[in-house]
């Protein structure tokens, strides 16, 4: 299901992690477990249907309030299984280097 694909070194949860993933627009969500993770996406199996979603950039929401959320575009999809990569913004880390630098 799209592992061969994976550059980055993934942890695998056993029990996975609920969580939703949201339109960008607000017009959709879907529960969905988080099986496995990197730094640079996450694999998830999603409940429900995904026809009709636009899953080009979306909001994969990591807590319950919503204060936890990575943006996200679909890279594979099996199913009702699907891998995401996150959308990074610059990272903190280089901003406070950079800023400090200056």
Known sequence: MGEHRRNAKRVRFSTGFNMRIVG????????????????????????????????????????????????CDLVWRDGNYIGVRFLHRESAVRQAATSNAS
Do not use: E, N, P, Y
Not at 38 to 47: F, I, K
């Open 24 to 71: 960008r627009d607000g017009s959709w969500q879907r529960r969905c477990t988080m099986l496995d993770v990197s730094d640079s996406g996450a694999r998830l199996q999603v409940d429900g249907s995904l026809d009709g979603l636009d899953l080009k950039d979306f909001i994969l929401l990591l807590s319950a309030i919503g204060s936890a959320h990575r943006r």
